[in-house]
């Protein structure tokens, strides 16, 4: 079997397993649903989530060790990840091979040629790296200051190199020994200036533009949710996500930028193919060519997908193992083996140090800079509700990477991408908006948990969520607090009779409630007793229609009657006002003002009660801007939030 | 230089290929195996995992039968008494307590395996037919459509509403999908079975009314304080297309004939008390008397003991027609060949009960 036959297959396969997993990650114990199905498994061979969530909280969630095995793999065999694993690299591949297939072979060669702007995947890769080592660099630094063995370390340190520097006679030594000392007083340099800071935090974003969770994103966020209906229901139809339409775009774009050059995605933007380049620059096993016989034919040009030169100068980091040049080599001078090229290699990265310093600092500087805003700290969005478990929002910030998995599994469909109401960083990772969806946060779904790959939102269990068992004593997790919108809401603002979100409050007891009030009903003019005939009224005034006034919300006082309590208007005809009971009649006399009374059961709510499930806002009548809404104020993931006293 | 060769797989290359495709195959066989471990969210939502600790087996008991419906519990049942109902449906615990209601059991279900979806079920017990009729037929939807398959009971996108016996039961659905509906059909159908079947689906006074023109699903019970008067009480109404015009006929079966025949006057009175102006009388209606309130005109008479009449006509010739049927009817129940009345003692232990 021909090696680059088997590699179809494995891209296949992989793809074809990344579909099944975005498909089946719906709750359910179907073998189309989530039953067992390990739907994140792709996500966790991904060395970037690993070594990002890493860097960003100095933890390793546990079955990011699967990303070990691609490293080790990428260390001794090159970038098989990319070549024959990476399902948007197969993506990118056949839709490039298409677009180019019936090109000539000058025009294939001249689209498969490396190019100096490959070098931007670098950039992106250390610029999103530095930005999650934020937190990792502030512990190094705080060392030089705050642990006493550490700042005798530095001061032996010190003093050994100053002697060495004194009397070591050799330049070279001299040379290395004042850059070691410049370095031990920059570090404690540094330490000081950071120390009680804000110059350093992290922040997690190659979620961004690694390409399993972009690709993971786009398919659960963009696809599925088009393709849902009731021939092919991948998940309930009808779901929406708010925002997807920047989703797709990135996702349409760096698809059909194959159009232009083959795999476009790979070889310019890739920070995932970066990190593999770097670890696989080396590799035991590399393409290259054998000695002798190579005509310059460019048949391996025309075919490589890593646009590495292979017929020259091989940039050996730059290769994705397509073997096309081995397979397509009409003189069988391609091979993979131990030996490096004949004609030459170019390990790279080949970036300037310029460049690499300036993505660094840029990094490095990027997520302070965003941190101004106060939005993990004081001045946190309440919009933002974020799904039960999750973390408190800098921790949350430092782990999510916006893979969708959460938003795709949620059975109600509450939780959608952010725009930028969680600040820049936050786009697109998951929050919760209740005006969308069939319902609330179900309490008892633990679901958006147990699939997130990097423990941003906690895998938690039931009891937990519920607060049973050994969590009695901390009560049921909470996402938010309700707040009634008394301008909005129907009995506040309008005298409706409405109790629509106490009703649907799904905890017990209730976490609102209501309280009981009368209020007078605007008319267009003075109702006038005329005559009183048993329990009935005959009045002067504008008509009541029954149909809004006999509903046994309304009801009705006399002004000569203070002391007596509004009675039920049973019913109104021709007439008058039909009573449920006449306690007017000892009272009340010809020319007495009625006044007509709306029974008002008014909301509240009880903040130790309410979990923040959003029910009672997708339930509320007022469809618009909801006149009771759910705000991140008192959620159990940060003390910041807190609102009781 | 070599010459060009043969693309011919090589030995090595198609062992590593064979060695390539076993790790696949080994994948595989590893992620299949995996879907067996079941995830802690599927688990949670397993009816035993959402069971309150508190309550005896029988309160954690599905409150109806699921046997082979393919459907699992999704939530514990909740019970609630004349005194807690507020707590689930305050908005409309009036119109049930009323009503005569005695119990409320709720739980949704969701089908097998599938937990994105699920059925809440309302199963009220109003204490008699006539109160569980009543509450189904006062309540019915503007978007009802008739089920084919269950007698006495209706459909709207994404629910199914019946009246079976004493129970008046709701089965809301998250969504109109077909699988789910059809399931909801089956457990809506072996509830009926099991609470008495077609006998417990027949509408209460379903024989007080001719047939010519009866608009189908159109019967209603009113289990008091009718068209705005206390004293009409558990009033069957009916409506009718007659020349294109719509019309509504009421009748209600009283202790005796004198007691029919006193309540029909004491309405007219209360009409006439009321603003209503007397018109002439149809004169196919024996004893009928017409009234005409604002633009609509009323019919009240009696027949033996049942109070009847058309109410709210906006047409006098339609109205008198169906009057007229409406008396002969009656005259046909009343006369030597009539059935046995079966309903007079259910109406009044029906009153005494509220």
């Known amino acids: 079997m021909r090696i680059i036959t088997t590699r179809r297959i494995s891209q296949t396969f992989f793809f074809l397993l990344f579909l099944w997993f975005c498909a089946v990650s719906t709750l359910g114990e179907q073998v189309w649903q989530l039953r067992g199905w390990p739907v994140g498994w792709l996500l966790e061979l991904d060395p970037l989530v690993g070594l990002g969530t890493l860097l960003a909280t100095g933890t390793l969630y546990a079955g990011l060790l699967w990303g070990l095995l691609t490293v080790v793999l990428t260390i001794f065999l090159g970038r098989v990840f990319c070549g024959w694993i990476c399902p948007f690299g197969a993506l990118h591949q056949a839709v490039g091979w298409l677009a180019g297939r019936k090109r000539s072979a000058a025009v294939q060669i001249a689209a498969n040629r490396y190019r100096p702007a490959q070098r931007i995947k670098y950039v992106i890769l250390i610029f999103l790296l530095s930005g999650a080592a934020g937190d990792f660099l502030a512990w190094l630094l705080d060392l030089s200051v705050e642990s006493s063995i550490a700042v005798a370390g530095i001061a032996a340190a010190s003093l050994a190199c100053g002697i060495a520097a004194v009397r070591v006679r050799k330049a070279f030594w001299r040379r290395w020994t004042t850059v070691l000392v410049l370095l031990i007083i920059g570090w404690v340099g540094l330490g000081f200036l950071t120390d009680g800071s804000r110059l350093l935090a992290a922040s997690l974003q190659t979620g961004l533009l690694d390409p399993l969770p972009l690709f993971y994103r786009s398919v659960n966020l963009t696809l599925l949710p088009l393709l849902d209906g009731r021939m092919a229901a991948f998940s309930s139809p009808g779901r929406l996500y708010p925002g997807s339409v920047a989703i797709g775009l990135l996702f349409w774009t760096v698809v059909l930028l194959n159009l232009v050059i083959p795999r476009f995605y790979c070889r310019f933007i890739c920070p995932l193919g970066a990190l593999l380049e770097i670890l696989g620059r080396n590799a035991l096993y590399r393409m290259g060519q054998k000695p002798d016989g190579c005509t310059a034919c460019g048949a391996c040009d025309r075919h490589c997908e890593g646009a590495c030169d292979p017929s020259t100068t091989l940039r050996s980091a730059e290769c994705v193992l397509c073997m096309n040049c081995l397979d397509r080599c009409p003189h069988d001078v391609m091979g993979y083996g131990l030996h490096p090229s004949a004609a030459g290699e170019m390990a ?49 910030l430092r782990r999510c990477i916006k893979c969708g998995q959460c938003m795709r599994v ?197 903040p130790s009660a309410c979990i923040g499930c959003g029910i009672c806002e997708h339930e509320c009548p007022v469809k618009g801007r909801r006149a009771i809404r759910v705000s991140a104020e008192n959620a159990s993931r940060d003390r910041q939030h807190r609102l009781l006293l | 230089m070599k010459p060009a060769v043969p693309k011919k797989p090589g030995k090595i290359e198609t062992r590593l290929s064979m060695a390539v495709l076993a790790v696949l195959v080994a994948i595989g066989v590893g992620v299949a195996l995996r879907q067996f471990r079941i995830s802690p969210a599927v688990l949670a939502l397993r009816p035993e995992s959402l069971h309150e600790e508190a309550g005896s087996p029988a309160d954690r008991a599905p409150i109806i039968d699921l046997k082979e419906s393919g459907m699992v519990p999704f939530s514990p049942p909740e019970r609630f008494t004349p005194d807690t109902l507020y707590e689930k449906i305050d908005g409309r615990a009036d119109l049930y307590l009323a009503a005569g209601f005695v119990s409320l059991a709720t739980q949704r279900f969701a089908p097998d395996h599938a937990h994105d979806r699920w059925v809440e079920v309302f199963v009220y017990d109003m204490g008699t037919q006539q109160n569980a009729f009543s509450v189904f037929s006062m309540q019915r939807r503007e978007t009802a459509r008739t089920d084919r398959q269950l007698p006495n009971a209706y459909r709207t996108e994404n629910a199914l509403f019946m009246a079976r016996g004493q129970y008046y039961l709701e089965w809301i659905g998250t969504d109109g999908t077909p699988p789910l509906q059809e399931q909801i059909g089956i457990l809506a159908r072996r509830f009926s079975d099991t609470h008495g079947g077609a006998d417990a689906a027949v509408v209460p006074g379903g024989r007080l009314f001719p047939e010519a023109g009866l608009s189908a699903d159109s019967r209603q019970l009113i289990t008091a304080n009718a068209f705005g008067y206390e004293q009409l009480d558990n009033i069957h109404t009916a409506g009718y297309l007659i020349h294109g015009v719509r019309l509504t006929a009421f009748v209600s079966e009283r202790k005796n004939a004198s007691a029919a025949a006193a309540l029909a006057d004491s309405y007219r009175q209360t009409l006439i008390a009321y603003g209503a102006d007397a018109a002439a009388a149809p004169p196919a209606v024996d004893g009928a008397a017409m009234l005409q309130v604002f633009d609509t005109m009323e019919i009240v008479f009696s027949r033996g003991n049942y109070l009847a009449g058309v109410h709210e006509a906006t047409d006098p010739t339609a109205a008198t027609i169906l009057a007229q049927r409406l008396a002969e009817h009656l005259e046909g129940l009343t006369g030597p060949h009539a059935p046995p009345p079966q309903e007079i003692g259910e109406a009044e232990e029906n009153k005494e009960q509220q």
Not at chain 1, 570 to 596: C, Q, Y
């Open chain 1, 348 to 396: 790279g990265p080949d970036l300037s140090k310029r460049e690499f310093t300036a993505a660094l600092v840029s990094g490095v500087a990027a997520v302070p800079l965003l941190r101004l805003s106060g939005g993990v700290d004081a001045n946190w969005n309440p919009a933002v509700i974020r799904p039960p478990g999750a973390l408190d929002e800098a921790n949350f």
């Open chain 1, 410 to 606: 949620c059975p109600t469909n509450v939780i959608h991408p952010a725009g930028l109401q969680a600040g820049i960083e936050g786009i697109w990772t998951p929050v919760l908006n209740f005006r969308v969806g069939t319902s609330g946060c179900q309490r008892g779904c633990i679901a958006c948990g147990q699939l997130c790959p990097t423990a941003a939102i906690r895998p938690i269990p039931l009891d937990e969520r519920l607060g049973r068992g050994e969590f009695a004593d901390r009560g049921p997790i909470r996402i938010g607090t309700a707040f009634v919108d008394r301008g909005r809401c129907l009995p506040w603002a309008m005298d409706r009779p409405c109790i629509v979100c106490q009703e649907n409050c799904p905890v017990s007891p209730k976490a609102i409630f209501t309280r009981e009030e009368f209020r007078p009903v605007r008319l267009s003019g003075d109702l006038r007793l005329r005559e009183m005939v048993e329990d009935r009224l005959l009045f002067d005034g504008p008509a009541l229609p029954a149909e809004r006034f006999a509903t046994g919300d309304y009801f009705v006082t006399l002004e000569e009657s203070p002391d007596i309590a509004p009675v039920r208007i049973k019913d109104i005809g021709s007439g008058g006002i039909s009573l449920a009971e006449n306690p007017f009649v000892e009272t009340a006399s010809p020319g007495a003002r009625i006044t007509v009374r709306v029974k008002l059961q008014l909301p509240f709510v009880d």
